[in-house]
């Protein structure tokens, strides 16, 4: 075929010149075989370089050789020149990037975010460090630590049921206990290596769970559900906050602790209920008694109430009444002054003129005078009756003339 020709006459061609010329490369190609395509390169210097080279080196029957392999030859030849620059940009660009790429990895694994309420800690090489970090925006040596968050403000966690065994051997269950926490900043660190990142737990929840099986334990089903059921918090708290002094140096406060009233048997519970109706029912006649002695007390302290008002309505009227009398016999007292005071000088004034007439008359009726007023009273009576001298006008008679002779 044609281009099987060619191929041949070629190669028997590019063998004979080689032999002739030790200084030309020598290409043998297969017959079937193409010549690699020629790299292009870019720069505007190439024809200039192939001038070049074709002139540097003139070869004796260079002008007979073919145009194909006069190509393939400044090729290779410009190939072979540009080779180690292009390695060094290669390698550079490489080392370039695989230092972006992990700087950018350094700076995505050593960017944290510590949130409001809570601290940082930092292991690294998994050895935990001595400081904390606050809330905000930190950096961290890459790829060898690593950070953990530590809530330190207050915090409520739920425990898990639990199962206790009073003292006479009643099963019950506590559900729902509630613990209010907080964890002391500067004491994170010590925790943390000494119970672990989950202190909390080892500290309080374990403790309280332990408190309260020991309660019961020393406790009756009737104290722990009815008579001392107010006490276990304040014992199971009290005990807790000793362990966590002694155990964890003080690091972890107990705000609040809420324990409800316990799961009891169900035939305890309908025990304890008909129980709780008797004694609702005692409630209900005790307070029906106490609500009728306050209703007779009520009644009592109205009846004295109205005793007492109409005594002393009784009384201010008595006493008016007494004013009143008083009053009269203050102006009756008056009025009889009055009275004797005016008879007083009335009597004043008759006895005045009384012993003014008496001592008028004494001087008036003289005995001489009464003589001779007898004698002319005597003179004009033509008569006279004498009973003797024993009478009293025979005797006055008598002494009258008597004294006459």
């Keep these: 075929m044609i281009g099987g020709a060619s191929s041949t006459s070629e190669s028997a061609e590019y063998t004979s010149v080689a032999q002739e010329d030790p200084q030309i490369p020598v290409i043998n190609n297969q017959p079937g075989e193409s010549d690699p395509p020629p790299a292009y390169n870019s720069s505007t210097s190439e024809p200039a370089e192939y001038t070049s080279v074709a002139q540097e080196d003139p070869q004796p029957g260079e002008n007979d050789l073919p145009l194909a392999y006069k190509t393939s030859n400044n090729i290779q030849s410009m190939g072979e020149g540009n080779q180690t620059p292009c390695i060094a940009c290669a390698a550079c660009g490489i080392v370039t990037l695989a230092v972006v790429i992990i700087s ?51 915090e409520e966690e739920r425990l898990h049921s639990l199962e206790a065994i009073t ?45 309260l099986r020991i309660f019961c334990a020393n406790k009756t089903i009737d104290q722990v559900y009815n008579k001392q059921f107010l006490e276990i918090v304040a014992a199971v708290k009290s005990d ?15 705000l609040n602790l809420v324990i409800p009233k ?82 007083n000088n009335l009597a004043d004034i008759a006895k005045y003129a009384k012993d003014k007439e008496a001592a008028g008359n004494t001087a008036l009726y003289s005995p001489e005078y009464v003589k001779l007023q007898v004698a002319q009273s005597l003179t004009n009576n033509t008569k006279f009756f004498f009973s003797g001298q024993e009478s009293v006008l025979g005797g006055l008679l008598t002494k009258i003339l008597a004294k006459k002779k």
């Design 240 to 254: 807790v906050e000793d362990q966590i002094i002694s155990l964890g140096n003080g690091g972890v406060e107990i």
């Design 104 to 154: 950018v990895a350094a700076i995505i694994d050593g960017y944290h975010e510590i949130e409001e309420g809570y601290v940082g800690v930092y292991f690294k090489f998994g050895a935990l460090q001595d400081g904390v970090s606050e809330p905000g925006v930190h950096m961290m040596q890459a790829f060898v630590t690593r950070t953990r968050s530590v809530l330190i403000r207050p």
């Design 262 to 343: 316990p799961d009891i048997p169900q035939d305890i519970a309908l025990n304890y209920k008909q129980v709780k109706v008797q004694w609702t029912e005692q409630l209900v006649a005790k307070q029906q008694k106490i609500t009728e002695e306050i209703k007779k007390e009520t009644e009592l302290l109205k009846a004295v109430a109205d005793a007492r008002r109409e005594k002393e309505v009784l009384e201010i009227k008595i006493q008016e009444r007494i004013i009143e009398t008083e009053g009269q016999r203050n102006v009756s007292e008056i009025n009889n002054q009055i009275v004797r005071d005016k008879q």
């Design 167 to 211: 003292k006479d051997g009643i099963e019950i269950t506590f559900s729902k206990i509630g613990v209010l926490s907080r964890t002391k900043k500067d004491k994170v660190v010590v925790l943390i290596k000494t119970f672990g990142m989950d202190f909390k737990k080892v500290l309080i929840h374990d403790r309280v769970r332990e408190d």
